[in-house]
């Protein structure tokens, strides 16, 4: 049986499209609109792109899909629209079941996590009239145990918090985030105002939603991300909002610090009573807010947690997989856990050697890349490294990445000024060999995604200062052979070099711009940053 999975929908509010295919509950592709429009997060758009990339990598046709399963389960008439959608792109509708928003984050968790058991917290902006969900699931049975009204909403506070400070929401909470470290919450007080826990469960503060005020005005699920969506009582709490582009205050780091802690103190509870409720200590999270590392590090961290699990998609384009892997359990099939992210796009040599000439470039070819780009990574150069399958999330795990040296203690602000264009207190990640991942981290919790921050040894600093955040703490990436064995290789070889089994690892993609799928893409960040080196598969350019 073929199922393919679809998220995003036909509205602006809606974003992260994303596709993937499943044969009889195993994952065969995957992958998200945005890498093939080059729109980030392809707002308002249908996934026709990661649908036809699902198709031709199965060397399918439409007509062989069984079912194309979404959430928006509560949207009047979308069933219909979608199979008028799929007949106008593709020709052919196959059946169309849709399901509810939280309850596809809930199984894309779940199921990829493995366990038998878990408690499952699914928390975000809203999607189908919630913002959240707790679930005991067990076997192929998920049973709802609380569940979250939209305006009451996780996501919401922290978009809303966003752009107080002058970020643009459902873009750039990850900016706040790493801000936050730079400041001391001291505004716990006036925080508590805007949103506190409460038993199995929290409160946020209505008043301050503007689209619930001026209801007349909003009469749609979202304002554009244009607008502001916050009401004058924000700024009474809290004293004036930043202005995009304004100088950032010991004030402004101190909100961001606050707002931060506010969110960790408020799902932790919720983890914890949520663990109580189900008797069941090994938790899986999804839901734009489980991007949230640090709050993950808290829920990590948290007495009664045994294991966590969160997928390479916690966000929207997560629901896409949850969905298939829902109608997969219904027909009692196995649904395949996820231990690795490489489900997108790859490129051939032949395809690579065309690109390269059509756009006149010199390269030299490698039997094995990984022998000069250590030499490349000793002598201090930024590398882009492109190899293999595109990883299906947002993080680079080592096919689509920018790496470096992780022990020069200027590379950091090196690659956000020259290569990123992006604020100079934004961190990097640690790719770093499970097996010597004890060196750095007192935590052994294994993280494959790199959507769980860790405390870093007082050591690591000093060893590994590009890729330590001023907290001591680092978003790491697990790397083991049996799942990306180039890269393996890679960090192996390099450890051999510098006795560092660790790389600076972040996205291959300029700041504001998707990160890159194709060949073309990739040479177009090449040579339009300060990047030294480039590796295509066995292929490299050097400036």
């Not at 945005?34 to 249908?46: D, N, Q, S, W």
């Not at 975000?124 to 145990?145: F, Q, R, T, Y």
């Not at 990436?477 to 049996?482: G, K, L």
Request: glycine residues 6%; hydrophobic residues 35%.
């Amino acid at each position: 049986m073929y199922v393919i999975g679809i998220s995003t929908g036909l509205k602006h509010g809606h974003h992260d499209g994303g596709a993937c295919l499943l044969e009889d509950g195993k994952i065969i592709a995957a992958s998200e609109e945005e890498r093939f429009t080059l729109a980030k997060h392809a707002r308002g758009e249908l996934p026709k792109n990661a649908v036809r990339f699902c198709l031709t990598e199965a060397r399918i046709s439409i007509e062989d899909i069984d079912y194309v399963c979404s959430p928006l389960s509560t949207y009047p008439h979308y069933a219909r629209r979608l199979r008028d959608y799929f007949k106008f792109n593709f020709g052919h509708s196959p059946k169309i079941e849709l399901y509810d928003h939280h309850l596809c984050h809930a199984a894309s968790t779940y199921f990829g996590s493995g366990y038998d058991e878990a408690t499952v917290l699914c928390l975000d902006n809203s999607g189908d009239s919630s913002s959240g969900v707790v679930l005991h699931a067990k076997g192929n049975h998920l049973e709802s145990v609380n569940r979250f009204e939209r305006h009451n909403s996780l996501g919401l506070y922290y978009g809303m918090m966003t752009q107080y400070l002058g970020y643009q929401m459902t873009n750039d909470e990850y900016k706040v985030m790493g801000l936050a470290s730079y400041g001391e919450p001291n505004y716990m007080e006036e925080l508590a105002k805007i949103l506190r826990p409460m038993d199995n469960g929290f409160e946020f503060n209505g008043s301050l939603d503007k689209r619930l005020r001026d209801s007349e005005i909003y009469t749609t699920d979202f304002s554009t991300r244009q607008e502001c969506i916050f009401t004058e009582e924000l700024e009474e709490i809290l004293g004036p909002r930043r202005l995009q582009g304004n100088p950032l205050t010991e004030r402004h780091r101190d909100i961001a610090a606050s707002m931060q802690k506010q969110l960790e103190i408020v799902v932790t509870q919720l983890v914890r009573d949520a663990v109580s409720a189900t008797d069941c200590p090994d938790v899986c999270l999804a839901g734009g807010v489980a991007l949230n590392c640090k709050a993950n590090m808290e829920v990590l961290l948290e007495a009664s947690v045994r294991q966590l699990y969160v997928p390479p998609v916690p966000h929207d384009a997560g629901v896409a997989l949850g969905a298939a892997m829902l109608k997969c359990a219904e027909h009692n099939l196995k649904v395949e856990s996820l231990d690795h992210a490489y489900w997108g796009p790859s490129y051939s040599a032949d395809m690579i050697t065309q690109t390269l000439d059509q756009v006149g470039a010199r390269y030299s070819t490698h039997e094995d890349p990984t022998i000069p780009c250590v030499e490349d990574l000793m002598a201090g150069r930024s590398i882009g490294w492109f190899q293999g399958r595109m990883e299906y999330g947002p993080r680079a795990l080592g096919n689509r990445s920018i790496i470096a040296n992780p022990c020069d203690p200027d590379m950091k602000n090196r690659i956000n000024g020259t290569i990123k264009y992006r604020e100079e207190f934004r961190p990097f990640c640690p790719s770093i060999q499970f097996e010597h991942q004890h060196r750095y981290f007192d935590h052994d919790r294994e993280s494959p995604f790199m959507n769980v921050t860790l405390p870093a040894k007082a050591t690591a600093a000093k060893e590994i200062p590009a890729v330590i955040h001023v907290d001591q703490t680092a978003r790491l990436q697990s790397v083991r052979a049996e799942t990306n064995a180039r890269f393996h290789q890679l960090i192996d070889r390099f450890a051999a070099a510098s006795g560092t089994p660790v790389l600076l690892n972040t996205s291959l993609n300029i700041n504001e711009q998707p990160t890159v799928n194709g060949p073309l893409e990739a040479l177009h960040t090449y040579f339009c940053s300060g990047l030294d080196v480039l590796y295509l598969e066995n292929f490299r350019l050097a400036k």
